[in-house]
């Protein structure tokens, strides 16, 4: 096992964790965080925090048990990084950053109806370049300082594939990797309603040293939702320009379909994100947009 010192001091698993999110914090102050926007360069996301989940947590029995044998157990995406590595499940931990909107960024996209905000879109957009290097760059932090950690969807192995139930499925989901790490529970639209509401982008990390776990203050997959908790909002479905939500959930094809169509918009009315596409209005001008309502 690997312990990280300080001036001849052998660290805590929370001092570990604490210097971890400070990382975070410090390279979100820094020139990768940008929204790269030719006119108005601004950061693209709000200052990030971290939840972490325990490798051997018995909710990655219950994801595998419905999203299917692709869907990676930590250990699993771990051991595609580190073949060699012999580590148990009960030594991982599974770190979760969230980066949350910036506050102009949420303003835009509360305004916004039918089309999603340009801010929106160029977070979204440059999210490998923003959250993704965040992710990477925590990785390389740990690894500098004697750890194996990786990036699950950095993988090249990683694949969004064509699911029975879901509709649409991956091998590794950052919003389920959340809601084992205490972040949140599902909203109707299925984004990850958390302290910071839905207007967030997840990352995840998997590291060979037990982190303090995260408390999980639900017991149910959509226990934030109001729809699901108190019969009543829908708010979301209303946001929909596509009538992709409905009290019976979320189809993602017509979500999709509507994503897909917001390309040529945006290469138009925005050449320099060209390739861009997006929505996120079910995520803005809810009661769930920015905290968990009720809380
Ligand atoms: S807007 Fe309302 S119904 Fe939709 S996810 Fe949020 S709380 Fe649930
Ligand atoms: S992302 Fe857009 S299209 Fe998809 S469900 Fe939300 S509002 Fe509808």
Same mark, same amino acid.
């Given at each position: 096992m690997v312990h990280l010192s300080l001036n001849g001091r052998t660290l805590g698993?929370?001092?570990?964790? &604490?210097?971890?999110?400070?990382?975070?914090?410090?390279?979100? #102050?820094?020139?990768?965080?940008? &929204? !790269?926007?030719?006119? %108005?360069?601004?950061?693209? *996301?709000?200052?990030?925090?971290?939840g972490v989940a325990a490798g051997d947590d018995v909710y990655w029995d219950n994801i595998a048990q419905a999203a299917g044998e692709r869907h990676w157990r930590p250990l699993e995406a771990f051991k595609k990084a580190f073949p060699q590595a012999r580590t148990a499940e009960s030594e +991982?931990?599974?770190?979760?950053?969230?980066?949350?909107?910036? #506050?102009?960024?949420?303003?835009?996209?509360?305004?916004? +109806?039918?089309?999603?905000?340009? !801010?929106?879109?160029?977070? !979204?957009? *440059?999210? %490998?370049?923003?959250v993704g290097a965040l992710c990477d760059h925590l990785a390389r932090y740990l690894m500098d300082r004697g750890y194996l950690a990786?990036?699950?969807?950095?993988?090249?192995?990683?694949?969004? *594939?064509?699911? #029975?139930?879901?509709q649409l499925a991956s091998t590794w989901s950052h919003r389920h990797a959340a809601f084992v790490a205490g972040q949140g529970t599902f909203g109707l639209c299925d984004a990850l309603i958390t302290k910071v509401g839905k207007a967030h982008r997840l990352g995840t990390v998997i590291v060979n040293c037990p982190l303090p776990v995260n408390p999980r203050p639900y017991t149910q997959t959509y226990e934030y939702c109001l729809f699901f908790s108190k019969g009543s909002c829908l708010k979301c479905v209303k946001r929909c320009p596509v009538g992709a939500l409905s009290p019976g959930g979320h189809d993602k094809s017509l979500c999709d379909g509507f994503l897909n169509s917001t390309k040529p918009v945006i290469a138009k009315k925005y050449p320099d994100l060209d390739g861009a596409y997006g929505c996120g209005l079910c995520q803005a001008n809810v009661p769930c947009a920015l905290k968990v309502p009720g809380h």
């Open positions: 698993s929370g001092e570990v964790l &604490n210097l971890l999110e400070k990382e975070a914090v410090s390279f979100m #102050e820094g020139p990768a965080n940008d &929204n !790269r926007s030719p006119k %108005n360069p601004e950061k693209a *996301y709000a200052s990030p925090f971290l +991982l931990s599974v770190v979760v950053i969230v980066c949350p909107q910036t #506050e102009k960024t949420s303003r835009d996209q509360k305004a916004s +109806l039918g089309f999603p905000a340009e !801010r929106w879109i160029r977070s !979204r957009f *440059y999210h %490998n370049e923003t990786m990036v699950p969807d950095h993988l090249k192995d990683f694949a969004v *594939y064509p699911h #029975e139930r879901f």
